[in-house]
């Protein structure tokens, strides 16, 4: 049984041009290492590969569509839940500003590497401040002149 071509072939130009090389000019040509049959080998090997790729890339998607379609259910109830503590709380004057604070607030987000720790300011991006004038470039005194 012939396996599957993959949806997408990554076989490099260069690896391509030297198989039709030897495929039709190179056909009986052998070195102790290299021939035809080793080439289409390698060739079959990368296509395994590449069709392993597209496998977990598919199942990647479906998981992600899983994931996307529980985040909203998930939010779903949230807001329903929402709505019955909105209710129950109508006559609690502690609970309701609080209950009404939430979905006001900015929407939280995992935390990255580059995230502040609380409590630290957020690290300063870009350049360093060009200085303001030539003598201090040079570390002299401002007033005095060169």
């Known amino acids: 049984m012939k396996t599957p071509a993959p949806k997408v072939d990554t076989t490099p ?18 070195f102790p290492d290299l021939d035809l049959s080793s080439l289409l080998y390698a060739q079959s090997e990368l296509h395994a590969a590449q069709l392993e790729i597209e496998r977990v890339e598919a ?7 899983l994931w996307e379609s529980r985040s909203q259910a998930l939010t779903a109830k949230a807001e329903r839940a929402l709505a019955y503590a909105r209710i129950y709380a109508q006559g ?4 309701a500003p609080r ?4 979905g006001k607030k900015k929407s939280a987000h995992i ?3 580059t995230d502040a720790m609380p409590g630290e300011a957020p690290k300063k991006r870009g ?18 002149p060169m």
Do not use: H, M
């Open 92 to 95: 609690d004057a502690e609970l």
């Open 59 to 65: 199942e990647l998607s479906q998981a992600r569509a």
């Open 13 to 30: 130009l260069l690896v391509r041009q030297v198989i039709d090389l030897y495929a039709v000019e190179l056909v009986e040509v052998r």
């Open 111 to 113: 935390a990255t590497d």
């Open 99 to 102: 209950i009404a604070d939430i």
């Open 127 to 144: 350049r360093k401040p060009k200085l303001e004038s030539p003598s201090e470039l040079f570390g002299g005194d401002p007033a005095v």
